[in-house]
Every structure is written in structure tokens, then in C-alpha cells.
């Protein structure tokens, strides 16, 4: 959108949003039409036909879109810029990372990142009576959803249980609320079984936490990892400079068959993005302020050498189907085992396309970009995240657990699927944990689920109240800002017509 008073008047005049998403609003809108550096001519003429995709960032880019804080660092040596001494006691430390999430920007301008809270909590929880530590846990829980009102902040738990951990999930699943969201990074050799069960009794009732698989997530990353925002494994101290796309249901359109999609569009769209996303960082890295200026990087809470970027992956399953059709075959993405080679081919063509790239900033992962497995737009209509099958054809649970940890593996910087489940197992949460178990053994990475009746729901990568899209839905204003998305999602991504696994 520009910027322009027509712009400016109808943020002003929505009735819907609250005063800091009106101003957040407003700050995209004041970076999105300046053009700080060169954008490639064959970028653009693949964006006009929606092959490619910067996903909303701005064209003056200011800040990295993902951020990793080394919180850990922070328990341990207090922030000298925000004059924040080494926490001593639990309210202590709750307060110190209160007032440090203030000051964690992101492409949201709010953290998408918020540490591993039950590790960085337990400390203080210990020798503490039990009720006490409860109650002022409950209270920064509510701190983060009612000050961090996105559930792109996402915390993460485990894999070791803890005395918070156990807290924080039975606390989440009495709050019932979207924000923040949550993973727990899940180790079968690691986690124990009564833990993971109380997480996925909290996950039914509240759609959190997600589960990671966490001796794959180690294995991928040579630092100490995080998951942030939807589902993005990224290195702690690092994160993110740049997330942008590629639409392959539209590339698979623009195509004039399988052969013309391999030997032109893919090549072509592929280099063009990375050179779109080359010419992002190096302004960012070489001519915005942040890494010169921002305390998290003076202070070692951030590292340049530890950030990527991330090129996303949508379509999967569409742009399987489209090139089947015009190759006059009936074969279908999930169901059939030559379009499943055909994704396959895809994924494969696209990684080596990516990995062959260089980019000297990129020295967290290899000087190269990472496929990650976007998870859609609210504006994305026919179009699956990542490489998901479409909403409307799942496939049997075991069958579908298989299909997806076949496409996992392309996507180290984050991908997973969502599985529904009816009430029947609230009352037999090991079951759905044997189901874990099974998926990430076929090679899953991310296992998300929630209740049939459950008001929190997993939109793609994020959280939403059904409750608070209804209100929308009605001209109310709401407090979580993921909300307009989602009820987008709602109207345009079939979200609610999930299989529900019975």
C-alpha cells in the first residue's frame, strides 16, 4: 500500500483496530513505499504475477524480521543499557524479561521470540512455595498476552521437564488464550512421558504447545536453536533477516508444462528472489543502523554470524496438481505416488537451486538461504502452506503422518502440520503421544493439534480465538493482532473444515 493520505485516513478511521494497531499500522505504511535499495527488474516482473512474494516487509528495511535473544545471557548478566541487574528471585527475573521484551523488535515490532521460558524461570522456582510461584507465573503469562498481544510471540518449553514447565501448561490450559504461543521441543529419550501427556492435554484444550522434534531440530543447528514466530527454527543469538517466497502453485500457472517449470520458470523465479532477498540484507547489514547501534548486539544478547535468511515455499500441493493436469494426467499430490515423485522432483530441483546461491552474510547456515515451509497469507486463496496437502483432502492419519515426514526434511528453518482431534481423546492423551512418536520417526519435524470444540485454534502457523473472529466478524475491536488474519484465513483458507481425526 502507499503512502498516501487516502492510506493514512483509512487506518485511522477503522473502527476495528486498537490504538497500538492503528500505530503499528501506520509505521508499516511509512517504510513500505521508500525504496532504500535496488529491487531486480526480473523480481518485480514475477511479483506482478504473484509467482514471488516479500511477504509485507518493508522496502526500508530497519530491523531484522526475526530475532533470537540469548536470554540465557540476560538471567545471567543482567542488560546494562536498560539498567536491569542480574535477576535474584522470581519476580525479579519475570520483571527483567518483562521489560526486555519491550525493547525485541520484528517484522510484528513486537518479539517473536521469548526464550525458553520454564529453563530460564526454574531456577527461582525452586525451594518456593508452590502456590506463590504459580501465582506470579499465571500473572506474566497474562503480562505477555495482554502486552504482546500476537501470538507470533512464541515461547518454547522442555525438553527436560521442569517444575515451571508443568506450571506453564497447566496454567495455559485454564487461561485459554491464544498468546503467547508455544512449543515444547520433544525428546522421547529426553522428555518424560508424564510431561509430554500433560502437554498434550493442554494442546486439546488450548492448541498449545506445538511439538518439535527436537534430536532433528539439534542435528540441523551447529548453535543452540529456538523456535520462533509460526514455527521457525532458528539460532538462538541470531535469527532471521529476511523471510520472502515463492508461490509454486502460481509458478506451476506460468509454466507451459513440467519441462518448461524445471528448465525456465523455477530457475528464473528462484534467482531472481535471491537476489531480491541479497539486495534486502545487504542494506540492512551494511547500511541500517541495527547492527551498529542496537544495545542486543553491543551487549552479545545478538550476533550478525549467527542469522540466515529464510526463502519460503507455498503451493506445494497445487503446483503438483496444475503440472499433472497439463501433462494430461490425473495424478494427485498426496494421493498418487507419481505426483508425490513429482513433489518430490520439486523440492529437490528448489533446494539445490537455493543451496547453490551464495550470500556472505548468511554464516549461520553455510553462506547460503534456508527453504522454509511458509505458512500462507490471509490474501492466499487455493493455495496450501508449505508443502501441507490441501485442506479437504487428508489422507488416513498414518498415511498422512508418512506423507508429511517424507517433505519435511527440505524446510530446516521450519515446517509441520496440524492435526485435529475429537473429544475422544481428551480422555486418552498417551494415544495422541504415540501418534507423535510415529510422525517423527517417518521423519515429521513439527506436530501441531488441537480439539474439535476447542476455542484456540491453529490458524496455519499461529494462534486465534474462534471466539475473537466472531467478534470481528461483527466490526468489534479485539486485542490480538493476529485476528484480521485469521479471519481471513477462516473465510478464504477452509481452516475451519480441518479432518477432525476421530
Known amino acids: 500500500m502507499d503512502f498516501t493520505p487516502e492510506s493514512i485516513l483509512k487506518i485511522i478511521t477503522d473502527t476495528t483496530l486498537t490504538h497500538q494497531q492503528a500505530m503499528m499500522n501506520l509505521a508499516d505504511l511509512a517504510v513500505s513505499h521508500p525504496q532504500a535499495f535496488e529491487v531486480p527488474q526480473e523480481y518485480v516482473e514475477w511479483e506482478k504475477v504473484g509467482v514471488l512474494c516479500d511477504m509485507g516487509e518493508p522496502r526500508l528495511p530497519y530491523a531484522p524480521r526475526y530475532l533470537l535473544p540469548d ?13 536491569l541487574p542480574r535477576p535474584l528471585k522470581l519476580a525479579d527475573a519475570i520483571q527483567t524479561l518483562q521489560i526486555f521484551y519491550l525493547h525485541v523488535p520484528s517484522v510484528t515490532h513486537l518479539p517473536v521470540y521469548l526464550g525458553n521460558i520454564d529453563t530460564l524461570l526454574e531456577p527461582f522456582v525452586l525451594g518456593m512455595h508452590e502456590t506463590e510461584a504459580r501465582v506470579q507465573i499465571r500473572r506474566f503469562l497474562d503480562f505477555i498476552s ?44 529426553l522428555t518424560s512421558r508424564s510431561f509430554a501427556e500433560a ?15 527436537h534430536g532433528a531440530c539439534r542435528l540441523e543447528n551447529a548453535r543452540p536453536y529456538g523456535i520462533a514466530s509460526c514455527y521457525n527454527a532458528l539460532n538462538i543469538g541470531g535469527g532471521a533477516f529476511t523471510l520472502s517466497r515463492i508461490v509454486l502453485k502460481r509458478a506451476a500457472d506460468a509454466a507451459n508444462g513440467i519441462d518448461d517449470f524445471f528448465n525456465r520458470v523455477m530457475p528464473q523465479a528462484t534467482q531472481a528472489l535471491c537476489r531480491f532477498m541479497d539486495e534486502k540484507i545487504e542494506f540492512l547489514v551494511e547500511r541500517s543502523h541495527f547492527f551498529t547501534s542496537s544495545f542486543l548486539v553491543k551487549e552479545g544478547f545478538l550476533s550478525k554470524d549467527a542469522f540466515t535468511g529464510m526463502f519460503g515455499v507455498v503451493g506445494l500441493h497445487e503446483a503438483v496438481n496444475v503440472l499433472m493436469k497439463k501433462e494430461g494426467k490425473q495424478a494427485r499430490f498426496g494421493k498418487d505416488e507419481e505426483a508425490n515423485a513429482l513433489g518430490h522432483k520439486i523440492m529437490q530441483r528448489l533446494e539445490q537451486l537455493v543451496h547453490t546461491h551464495q550470500n556472505p552474510h548468511c554464516g549461520a547456515s ?13 490474501s492466499d486463496i487455493g493455495i496450501s502452506p508449505g508443502a501441507r496437502i490441501a485442506i479437504g483432502e487428508e489422507l488416513p492419519l498414518y498415511q498422512h503422518l508418512r506423507h508429511a515426514g517424507e517433505f519435511h526434511h527440505y524446510f530446516p528453518s521450519g515446517t509441520g502440520d496440524i492435526f485435529p482431534f475429537d473429544e475422544t481423546y481428551e480422555r486418552n492423551p498417551s494415544a495422541i503421544l ?69
Not at 71 to 83: A, D
Open 71 to 83: 536470554y540465557e545471557k540476560l538471567m545471567t548478566n543482567g542488560c546494562e543499557f536498560l539498567r
Open 199 to 213: 502437554c498434550v492435554r493442554c494442546a486439546l484444550s488450548c492448541a498449545k504447545p506445538s511439538f518439535a522434534h
Open 366 to 378: 553455510g553462506g547460503h538461504f534456508v527453504l522454509h515451509a511458509q505458512v500462507g497469507i490471509d
Open 434 to 502: 504415540d501418534i507423535i512418536d510415529g510422525g517423527f520417526a517417518s521423519g515429521m519435524r513439527y506436530f501441531s493439534t488441537y480439539g474439535k470444540d476447542s476455542d484456540v485454534i491453529r490458524i496455519t502457523g499461529y494462534l486465534v480465538k474462534k471466539s475473537d473472529m466472531e467478534a470481528l466478524a461483527r466490526g468489534e475491536t479485539v486485542l490480538q493482532n493476529n485476528v484480521i488474519w485469521g479471519l481471513g484465513e477462516a473465510r478464504h483458507g477452509r481452516i475451519l473444515e480441518r479432518k477432525v481425526r476421530q
Open 146 to 189: 495482554r502486552t504482546l498481544p500476537n501470538s507470533f510471540s512464541h515461547a518454547n518449553i522442555g525438553p527436560v521437564e521442569t517444575v515451571a514447565g508443568l506450571m506453564i501448561v497447566e496454567i495455559e490450559a485454564e487461561r485459554q488464550d491464544a498468546v503467547p504461543g508455544l512449543t515444547l521441543l520433544y525428546d522421547r529419550e
